[in-house]
């Protein structure tokens, strides 16, 4: 496997070829395992301005057309790197991946699958990941701030003025910010992602587990549950996520599959760096849905 450097290097012999480059390592990564590839990454860590790196309704148009013409009785392995985003868009993009392909589909994280993309992860039938590979937790946001967060703290206002009615004062000017119906959707927003991501753990990774349904509550309650995770932004690397019950392969037990699977990861992080790129949603066949950032050019 090259290095990030020789990547680089090739990258630039071919001058400045990285769809060439990226082509070349996933139809390899195919070859190796037999399985159709797609790689669905987000440049967020490369543009963090351009909010259209997380996941959103848009991508299921390039994932249909990079599903278009495949064999799908190869099965599907859905390469992520992605920061998360809309809740109803992964929801939908999952229902779409198992119209296509059933359950037979393995999530590759080569570095981070955060959010979203860990409620997809959990839709498929196993997750590979590498010592440097992360999932994160899945509690829904509300403008940055996680809904168990603020479910917290509105019971910790109820019962400190319940017990001391002079703390209404400290109180009162932090829950007038709270917009009208904010707690009830707070408490839908969790209720939601539990039962799709329960949902998929039961009708796919874990279906057939005798202890299937303890292992779903564990895997919830790490996972969803803020009071534990504490961070958004926490990483849960392959132990703790094979720990608390989830299917994880490990990408170093076979060293020709870790070569294919970061070569592909390299030369994708490489267009994300070195082009106008935020966005590649990518098969093994060379068919791509690429979005760029628009360059707008004022004369003065």
């Excluded at 190796?32 to 669905?40: E, Q, W």
């Excluded at 039938?125 to 994160?136: F, P």
């Excluded at 039962?195 to 996972?223: C, F, H, S, Y």
């Amino acid at each position: 496997m090259p290095n990030w450097n020789e990547l680089l290097d090739e990258i630039r012999a071919e001058g400045s070829g990285h769809d060439t480059i990226r082509r070349k390592y996933l139809k390899r990564l195919f070859n190796l395992t037999k399985r159709n590839v797609i790689a669905y990454y987000s440049g967020w860590l490369q543009k963090p301005e351009v909010k259209e790196g997380a996941i959103n309704d848009e991508d299921k148009n390039g994932l249909m057309s990079t599903v278009h013409r495949l064999d799908r009785s190869k099965g599907l392995d859905l390469i992520l790197h992605t920061p998360g985003g809309d809740v109803a868009a992964v929801e939908s993009i999952v229902d779409y991946l198992r119209q296509m392909f059933g359950t037979d589909i393995r999530a590759i994280v080569p570095q981070l699958a955060m959010s979203g993309g860990t409620m997809i992860s959990c839709a498929c039938k196993s997750i590979l990941m590498g010592k440097q590979s992360n999932l994160g937790p899945i509690d829904p946001q509300f403008g940055g701030l996680p809904a168990h967060g603020i479910l917290e703290e509105f019971m910790q206002a109820h019962n400190e003025v319940k017990n001391d009615p002079t703390k209404a004062a400290v109180w009162q000017p932090i829950i007038a910010n709270y917009r009208p119906t904010l707690i009830g959707e707070c408490l839908k927003a969790i209720q939601w992602s539990e039962q799709i991501v329960k949902g998929w753990l039961r009708t796919g990774m874990l279906q057939g587990d005798p202890n299937a349904e303890k292992k779903i509550t564990v895997i919830w309650q790490e996972l969803g549950d803020h009071a534990l995770t504490l961070s958004h932004a926490r990483h849960l690397n392959a132990e703790k996520c094979r720990e608390m019950g989830l299917v994880v392969e490990q990408l170093e037990t076979d060293p020709k599959l870790q070569d294919a699977v970061l070569s592909v990861h390299h030369s994708m992080m490489h267009t994300l760096s070195g082009t106008s790129a935020f966005k590649v949603i990518e098969n093994h066949l060379g068919k791509a849905y690429i979005k760029q950032i628009r360059m707008v050019v004022v004369q003065q």
